[in-house]
Nanobody, 116 residues
Framework: QVQLVESGGGLVQAGGSLRLSCAASGSIFGIRRMGWYRQAPGKQRELVATISSGGSTNYVDSVKGRFAISRDNAKNTVDLQMNSLKPEDTAVYYC??????????WGRGTQVTVSS
């Protein structure tokens, strides 16, 4: 069973940067969309950013201009560069891959904590 493994979370001061990475433990065919979601305590999981197989990106308004998503189609990896972090960015961040052949895959999440 293919698993997604996230890395790069941690504790950072406001204004700092982190880079999240996500890799699949095996091959996933038919990938169309890759993305990152987050869930803060007491809140619903929300979309942060997605990137299509063609490279089109989509961001939630609150991170536009600060975060950048990228992917490596050959390696089936997706990264999220997070700059100018704010305390409200504190959440567990989840990697997501959607395949037209096999559906959704989710990582277990990585904690991002931004101190003020």
């Amino acid at each position: 069973q293919v698993q997604l493994v996230e890395s790069g979370g941690g504790l950072v001061q406001a204004g700092g940067s982190l880079r999240l990475s996500c890799a699949a433990s095996g091959s996933i065919f038919g990938i169309r969309r890759m993305g990152w979601y987050r869930q803060a305590p007491g809140k619903q999981r929300e979309l942060v950013a997605t990137i299509s197989s063609g490279g089109s990106t989509n961001y939630v308004d609150s991170v536009k201009g600060r975060f950048a998503i990228s992917r490596d189609n050959a390696k089936n990896t997706v990264d999220l560069q997070m700059n100018s972090l704010k305390p409200e960015d504190t959440a567990v961040y989840y990697c997501n891959i959607w395949s037209v052949l096999s559906g959704d895959y989710w990582g277990r999440g990585t904690q991002v904590t931004v101190s003020s």
